[in-house]
DNA sequence: TGGGGGGTTGACGCAGCGTCAGGGTCAAGC
DNA sequence: GCTTGACCCTGACGCTGCGTCAACCCCCCA
């Protein structure tokens, strides 16, 4: 006769496990001796190896009770739900650990490598660091719901940036936004001028960049909140293009045109 | 400003989780409107979905904070180490997929091939079911401790069964055991003298079976505590086997030779 | 006779939320 | 003005598989 130390201690688990699986009825509760101690037979032994077996298997408790006095087919057919919710479990580690690849550097964190490389091609063109975080939290929004969509168009925003007046642009921004004097700027205007200007052109090109019908509006008002939040003086630059003819910051569509 | 339904829906979360984030301080707590509701900024869903791309990645929630403002080599030492252990994780799963890859058939559990192979050939011999599983039994526990070491022996085990009296053995115990009427039984008998002419054999041809001494004794106290526990003819089967100067069941040991 | 290494029950703790219970709020339709 | 349904609020328990006290009992050895 054994006691709980010893039957533990053959099947390799702890006695608190041998007291949980009496607890929930998993393994029956053997006699006690004069003591009050549990004391058990050689066969407790085979039943807790198996129900360890199950169980290192991934078998949750629950369901080891059943499949021990289940017959043969039932319990193939238990084998197979649980082998295939494996193979769930480890492909999901799986696209973890590709996810967690991605995170080696700050930026990656949410964001496809293709975001990466355009804002990295932001720095090298002198666009300033507290500009590019900002632009990343933008990609983020948008990656967060069309992560595939979004490489699509990352091209198309890498050939923008061949354009020097796109590259003064988010020059003049850089310098806007890093300067923490508050006043009203000169180089606010410069900015909202070049934006009208490269509307203009998207615009007569026919480009839809971005959005076509599909696309839901909150997305783009997020991106405006986004941008509001991180910087005030966006308000100023967003009254400044409708001056020019244009609403919106993120998207922006030409105003019907009332103020001849 | 959005809601909190709004927030978790554009994060892909649910409401619970957001308040659950809350209480844990991992995401700030926003302001309240009149009536008392959250209100976010956009900032706040490109918190959110940093956190959930860390927890997707396995990060437990108490290391996100931690992580999401670390300088970035404290982050990528951070990752390196979720990385190890989701390697690790994944590891285990698979070798529980190919545990429950044993499991297909009841026997199986908890047993290796060569064993599987050993009682199924004890079938084609005309062992009874209920032999069967009582060797089975004996063998899982004889496998929890030394696997590796049961493959080894059990070519030899499978050599014996072409033995005829070892059949013999094992049918007339089958019988023995089948049978419901426990009276004295002069199969018993028979029984005692073919185990004790193998061992003799055994002996005589030097086998030191199984034992050596790197094992102790424990496993083979337990192996015939659980015959003794299916059957309990088997202790007057002990009995005869010390009579004709054998003691034990499982490991027989020849009794010094007082009875001349 | 005391100490150390067993055993006993009972209870809380953990992670990451799900899921009530028992309210209040808001917008819309009657 | 009243109802309805979809939200929001806090508070609390539930789930899994045990780990880890606490407070006490028991046996064996010196």
């Given at each position: 006769m054994l006691t709980i130390g010893q039957l533990a201690a053959y099947a390799g688990v702890t006695v608190r496990a041998v007291r949980h699986y009496h607890q929930i009825g998993l393994l029956p509760e053997p006699e006690r001796d004069a003591a009050g101690y549990r004391r058990y037979r050689a066969a407790a032994v085979v039943s807790l190896i198996k129900i360890r077996t199950l169980a290192d298997a991934g078998v949750p408790l629950s369901r080891i009770g059943q499949m021990l006095d289940a017959d043969p087919a039932a319990f193939a057919e238990a084998v197979r739900r649980i082998d295939s919710h494996l193979r769930d479990e480890i492909q999901r580690l799986e696209t973890s650990r590709e996810q967690i690849a991605q995170?080696?550097?700050?930026?990656?964190?949410?964001?496809p490598s293709e975001v990466i490389a355009y804002l990295d091609r932001l720095r090298e063109l002198g666009v300033s660091e507290r500009m590019v975080e900002g632009e990343r939290d933008g990609w983020i929004l948008l990656a967060a719901r069309w992560s595939d969509r979004v490489r699509e168009f990352m091209p198309g925003k890498l050939a923008q940036l061949d354009d020097p007046r796109v590259v003064r642009l988010y020059r003049v921004l850089s310098e806007i936004f890093d300067d923490d004097d508050a006043g009203d700027d000169s180089r606010l205007e410069e900015a909202a001028d070049l934006m009208a200007c490269l509307a203009e052109q998207a615009h007569a090109s026919g480009e839809i960049n971005l959005?076509?019908?599909?696309?839901?509006?909150l997305p783009h008002d997020l991106l405006d909140s986004l941008a509001v939040e991180a910087d005030p003086r966006v308000e100023r630059l967003v009254e400044l293009l409708r001056e020019r003819g244009w609403s919106g910051w993120n998207r922006m569509e030409r105003l019907a045109e009332r103020p001849g």
């Open positions: 995170l080696a550097a700050g930026d990656a964190l949410a964001l959005g076509e019908e599909a696309y839901d509006d």
